[in-house]
């Protein structure tokens, strides 16, 4: 995936995600219920996911299915964000994390384990 996702597209993936494989009419009614948004709305963010090669649709029912998964979509975000805030630097986004906010004795240990296991 090479595609950043607007906040829009993200909502709808994370319906896509929860349901797939689900019809553009479901995933419709659900983003009317849960966000507010109209049919045309969804229709349209779907189009634009499907040319950005994110989800795919097949027939019969415009049946639509993630072609990225969830973890996916988040590294090339996370990816994205350190580059464009911190020049690339994880060390620096780490720093900015731990600025304003003292982590608690759990979140230590569970850095512990992560950075264990590199």
Do not use: Q
Request: proline residues 2%; hydrophobic residues 35%; aromatic residues 6%.
């Amino acid at each position: 995936m090479k595609n950043k996702l607007f906040d829009s597209e993200f909502k709808l993936m994370e319906i896509l995600w929860e349901k797939e494989p689900v019809s553009a009419k479901e995933i419709s009614i659900i983003a009317s219920e849960r966000i507010g948004w109209n049919k045309n709305t969804t229709y349209t963010i779907i189009k634009k996911l499907i040319e950005k090669g994110i989800i795919e649709r097949s027939e019969p029912g415009f049946i639509c299915r993630a072609l990225a998964s969830r973890n996916e979509v988040r590294k090339e975000e996370t990816e994205s964000l350190i580059k464009r805030l911190y020049g690339g630097s994880r060390s620096a986004l780490f720093s900015s994390l731990l600025e304003d906010k003292a982590l608690s004795k759990e979140e230590i240990e569970e850095l512990k384990k992560m950075l264990g296991g590199m």
